[in-house]
């Protein structure tokens, strides 16, 4: 069983804004090569290609070579550590929107 991503790995990846924009891509896609996610990017095939290798080191794309392509796929598990973390704070939250609905009916009964 491979060792478990760090969350700083996977903040850091997502933390670039045309590295999200490339995941998001890649989630929409189901599957997809460097050169499709290229075309329209304005983005060189290089700089694609070092943001798919972020990427994959954080656990967030896996990829499977076929032939001379090399096809992309989102991990969605490899967003756990950071929706772990997140959830440590769901409390904060509740508390907050409970405040929030009370001073609401006082304001407005």
């Known amino acids: 069983m491979p060792a ?21 891509r890649v989630i929409q896609s189901g599957e997809i090569t ?3 996610l290229t075309r329209g990017s304005g ?7 070092q943001h798919l290798k972020s990427l994959k080191q954080a656990g967030l794309v896996s ?9 992309y796929r989102a991990r969605p598990e490899g967003l ?3 929706a772990d973390w997140m959830g440590h704070y769901g ?19």
Do not use: H, N
């Open 4 to 24: 478990p991503i760090p969350i700083d790995a996977v903040i850091q990846a997502l933390a670039v804004p045309t590295r999200r924009a490339v995941f998001e």
């Open 34 to 36: 460097v050169v499709e």
């Open 43 to 49: 983005v060189t095939q290089g700089a694609i290609s």
């Open 63 to 71: 990829e499977r070579p076929e032939g001379r392509k090399v096809y």
């Open 80 to 82: 756990e550590p950071l």
């Open 91 to 109: 409390a904060f939250w509740r508390d907050r929107f409970a405040g929030l609905r009370a001073l609401l009916k006082e304001i407005d009964p």
